[in-house]
Each structure stands twice: as structure tokens, then as C-alpha cells.
């Protein structure tokens, strides 16, 4: 499966930006997907997941109450919404997909997912 991440961009603290995740070459509906995010100089760090039907989310601390991740099936994309925007969340923002058709569990580590897409650049000002 290809991933390809849109949305993101130069914004002010405080404001707000919506990524968007487009999955082709198969369908991603029966999978976990996830969000990840690496800042220059750091490690890539776990962001949120949600569960192939939507109904289990999970967050980060740092991003808990500001970010919101959510799915369309039909489209087979996913989306991340980002609101409150800090300076320390600048980073490069990476979806991905995990293979494991149907489940409900919590995937928050970058083993657990086998696609990847190429990032989307996040810069938040001061």
C-alpha cells in the first residue's frame, strides 16, 4: 500500500491544521492506522492510532485534548486534527499502516506498522 500525507504548512501558535492520509494500491479499511511525528534532531515519536473501525483511539500525552484522529473507510483515507498548535509540535508528520486485519488493540510503537508514507512538514510559530 502507498500513503501519501497533504496538509501541512506554516501556522501560527494557537492555530489549527488538518492532515490528510490517502491510502492506494489496496484497500485500509480492516487496518490499524497511526500517526508519527520526528522533529529535527529527535526520534520519531508516536503520535495517535485508531483502530480499523474507528472505535478505539489513542493519543500521546503531549497531543491528548488537541489532536483529533479519525477515518474514512470509503475513502480510504485517514486524518489527523490538530488544534492549539505549539511550537514544540513542529516535526515532519508520518501516517502509516499496520497489518493487522480487524483489530481493536492500541499500536503506538513504529515496529508495529508496515507502511509508511513519506511525511508532511509541520512548522508551528512563536
Known amino acids: 500500500v502507498q500513503l501519501a500525507e497533504s496538509g501541512g504548512g506554516l501556522v501560527q501558535a494557537g492555530g489549527s491544521l488538518r492532515l490528510s492520509c490517502a491510502a492506494s494500491?489496496?484497500?485500509?479499511?480492516?487496518?490499524?492506522l497511526g500517526w508519527f511525528r520526528q522533529a529535527p534532531g529527535k526520534e520519531r515519536e508516536f503520535v495517535a492510532t485508531?483502530?480499523?473501525?474507528?472505535?478505539?483511539?489513542y493519543y500521546a500525552d503531549s497531543v491528548k485534548g488537541r489532536f483529533t484522529i479519525s477515518r474514512d473507510n470509503a475513502k480510504n483515507t485517514a486524518f489527523l486534527q490538530m488544534n492549539s498548535l505549539k511550537p514544540e509540535d513542529t516535526a515532519v508528520y508520518y501516517c502509516?499502516?499496520?497489518?493487522?486485519?480487524?483489530?481493536?488493540?492500541?499500536?503506538?510503537?513504529?515496529?508495529?506498522?508496515?507502511?509508511w508514507g513519506q511525511g508532511t512538514q509541520v512548522t508551528v510559530s512563536s
Open positions: 502509516a499502516a499496520a497489518d493487522n486485519p480487524y483489530s481493536e488493540g492500541y499500536y503506538y510503537k513504529d515496529y508495529d506498522y508496515d507502511s
Open positions: 494500491g489496496r484497500t485500509v479499511s480492516s487496518s490499524t
Open positions: 485508531i483502530s480499523w473501525s474507528g472505535r478505539n483511539t
